[in-house]
């Protein structure tokens, strides 16, 4: 079992920044991966990291924007959001994976935390 809490939501402007975390009690052995719910929407796939941090892949609305990041150490999985657009407004969710590869797959990744809200004003 995989216990995972996200922080560092809020509310900004378009064109800030924002760096969201996740604190897991473990990620040792998975890949780990950040999706998003807007409002009216399905939940969709942001980021994915490989356990090692050898690869990533990223939902080509995010792409150049966004970059995920991880401290095994510290159990700890990282967003860093710029540019921020309006139509980055969602709950954003961390995943711990099932396996080590990085995956865009919702299947592939069995523990999530309980959300944080995004919220970019225009």
């Known amino acids: 079992q995989v216990h995972l809490v996200e922080s560092g939501g809020g509310s900004v402007q378009a064109g800030d920044s924002l760096k969201l975390s996740c604190t897991a009690s473990?990620?040792?052995?998975?890949?780990m991966g950040w999706f998003r719910r807007a409002p009216g929407k399905e939940r969709e796939f942001v980021a994915g990291?490989?356990?090692?941090?050898?690869?990533?892949n990223y939902a080509d609305s995010v792409k150049g924007r966004f970059a995920i990041s991880r401290d095994n150490a510290k159990n700890t999985v990282y967003l860093q959001m710029n540019s921020l657009k309006p139509e980055d407004t969602a709950v954003y969710y961390c995943a711990a994976g099932r396996y080590g590869r990085t995956t865009w797959s919702e299947s592939d990744y069995p523990y999530w935390g309980q959300g944080t809200q995004v919220t970019v004003a225009s």
């Open positions: 473990t990620i040792s052995s998975r890949a």
């Open positions: 990291m490989s356990w090692s941090g050898t690869a990533t």
